[in-house]
């Protein structure tokens, strides 16, 4: 039995699956957020958490991973005008 090759597919504009995917990409990501699933943590739990892991790697991962969830302050400020805040 032969297999098609799959051809490429770009992904619509706004797909939530590619952001999400975009947020997992690299290698210990999932790790780091997994640790990180629990609440704060300090640099040093997480190296703890993952031994395996360089210093460089984890801080590169920490970094991109508060740079993508840090909140959007024009989308904040709408939401504090809508609550009334």
């Known amino acids: 039995m032969v297999l098609k090759v799959r051809k490429t ?28 699933s629990e609440g704060p943590r300090r640099f040093s739990e997480l190296r703890r958490d993952n031994p395996f892991i360089s210093a460089k790697v984890m801080t590169t991962k920490a970094s991109r991973s508060r740079a993508a969830w840090r909140p959007d302050k024009a989308r904040d400020a709408d ?3 809508d609550r009334g805040i």
Do not use: F, Q
């Open 9 to 36: 597919v770009k992904a619509p504009p706004g797909c939530p699956m590619s952001k999400c995917m975009d947020l997992l990409r690299g290698c210990w990501t999932p790790e780091v957020l997994w640790s990180l």
């Open 79 to 81: 939401i504090a005008a």
